[in-house]
Nanobody, 121 residues
Framework: QAQLVESGGGLVQPGGSLVLSCRATGDFFQTGTMGWYRQAPGKQREFVASMTRGENAKHADSVKGRFAISRDNAKNTVFLQMNDLTPEDTAIYYC???????????????WGLGTQVSVSS
């Protein structure tokens, strides 16, 4: 069964940068679209960015120009480069991936456990 393993969260000062990583592990055929969501305290989970296997990227308006998603298909890994962070970016960041278990199979959306990003002086 496939799992998503996130890393790279932490505490950073306003204006700082972080890079999140998420790797799909386990027994599966291929990863489809991979992306990131986040959930701040007391708020609903929201879309941050996504990238198709063909590297077509989308970013939420709130992070455009500051965050950049990328991926390494050979390593089944997606990255989120986060620059010019503000306290409003503080949240748990969740990785998601559409995982195809077998050739010709239906993609199954899978979620990671999340990694905390805190922006504070």
């Amino acid at each position: 069964q496939a799992q998503l393993v996130e890393s790279g969260g932490g505490l950073v000062q306003p204006g700082g940068s972080l890079v999140l990583s998420c790797r799909a592990t386990g027994d599966f055929f291929q990863t489809g679209t991979m992306g990131w969501y986040r959930q701040a305290p007391g708020k609903q989970r929201e879309f941050v960015a996504s990238m198709t296997r063909g590297e077509n990227a989308k970013h939420a308006d709130s992070v455009k120009g500051r965050f950049a998603i990328s991926r390494d298909n050979a390593k089944n890994t997606v990255f989120l480069q986060m620059n010019d962070l503000t306290p409003e970016d503080t949240a748990i960041y969740y990785c998601t991936a559409d995982i195809v278990r077998q050739i010709g199979g239906t993609p199954l959306t899978t979620w990671g456990l999340g990694t905390q990003v805190s922006v504070s002086s």
